[in-house]
């Protein structure tokens, strides 16, 4: 299974099922971004994704420590190391500068602060989605980037 499109099923307005008005959107941006690098893609779409994450969880603590206000987007597995895993919403989550900054040094506690929030089971899920990219691989194409763009600028817009 793919996790992008799985987060995106889960959490598109139309429940994964393609739009006519989607479809014409992915088609602008494609054209759109047709001179951007694949970097350049995946750094745009972080940028609408952790604002995303850092507006839905404004008014929560930091998932690691429980204490601190929210300053970063915080990824419990890797972005770096999981590509299937940069903009799934429950791997990322509101955490203070401190646990950000540390990176791997505090995963217990994040690992623990998920489960209180998630339940047990979605971060089991987490954990097999990452083991089967580290068996398989995963393929980030251009298409994914542009439809998790535009999925989370649509999501950012105030209704
Ligand atoms: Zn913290």
């Known amino acids: 299974m793919d996790g992008i499109y799985e987060t995106r099923k889960a959490t ?8 006519m008005e989607l479809d014409e959107q992915i088609f602008k941006h494609v054209i759109k971004y047709r001179n951007k690098s694949l970097q350049a893609l995946i750094r745009l779409c972080d940028g609408y994704f952790n604002s995303f ?25 890797s972005a770096g ?27 217990d506690s994040y690992r623990v602060g998920l489960i209180g929030r998630y339940g047990e089971e979605a971060v089991l899920e987490l954990d097999r989605l990452a083991s089967e990219e580290k068996k398989n691989g995963f393929h980030l194409d251009r298409l994914k980037i542009i439809e998790t763009i535009i999925t989370y600028r649509n999501k950012l817009k105030p209704n």
Do not use: M
Not at 84 to 99: D, F, H, K, P, T
């Open 53 to 77: 994450i850092r507006t839905r969880d404004k008014n929560k603590l930091c998932l690691c420590c429980g204490r601190a206000k929210i300053e970063h987007a915080c990824h419990f597995k």
């Open 81 to 107: 190391v999981y590509k299937s895993l940069r903009w799934n919403e429950i791997n990322v989550n509101g955490g203070c500068a401190q646990n950000n900054i540390w990176k791997g040094g505090n995963l």
């Open 12 to 19: 598109s307005p139309t429940n994964g099922e393609p739009t």
